[in-house]
């Protein structure tokens, strides 16, 4: 196993699935990249024509403005 693979920092997986069209890997990373969230890992494959798209992240900074609302708890979904 890598470091990577073994670190105490807490990541979250999100995953995207679905239909493949241009744009969804960007968009994703746009997204991602309004949180400021650190990419450990990613993985896509998609087979005839279906995607599916893996990436392990860092939790947004505590306090941070999030996806889930202001703040980001990055706890389960409600």
Request: glycine residues 10%; contains cysteine; hydrophobic residues 35%.
């Amino acid at each position: 196993m890598s470091a990577s693979q073994t670190s105490d920092v807490p990541t979250l997986l999100v995953k995207i699935f679905g239909k493949d069209r241009p744009g969804i890997t960007a968009g994703l990373f746009d997204t991602l990249a309004a949180y400021s969230v650190d990419v450990v890992d990613i993985e896509q494959v998609v087979t005839r024509g279906r995607m599916v798209l893996c990436a392990l992240v860092t939790p947004p900074p505590p306090g941070s403005k999030g996806i889930c609302g202001p703040p980001c708890t990055a706890g389960p979904s409600r």
